[in-house]
């Protein structure tokens, strides 16, 4: 497989700025406590977080122009 740097750079970037608006999001607004709390379980909510990142992300890379 043969990644190109604009790719890359595009998605991280991306990475970077959606991973810091949703750790704001979490922690500073919503409290991972009171998700962890709604929906009852740690590891539903962290793999949605988890998935929130990384499926974006990987949409990024894919649909961007080389």
């Known amino acids: 497989m043969k990644l190109k740097k604009r790719k890359i750079k595009y998605a991280t970037i ?19 406590q009171t998700l962890v709390d709604y929906f009852g379980s ?3 909510v962290e793999v ?13 890379y894919r649909f ?3």
């Open 14 to 32: 991306f990475f970077l700025c959606w991973f810091a608006l949703l750790v704001i999001l979490v922690d500073g607004i919503l409290k991972f």
């Open 42 to 44: 740690y590891t539903l």
């Open 48 to 60: 949605t977080l988890l998935l929130l990142v990384i499926i974006p992300t990987l949409a990024v």
């Open 64 to 66: 961007t122009k080389e």
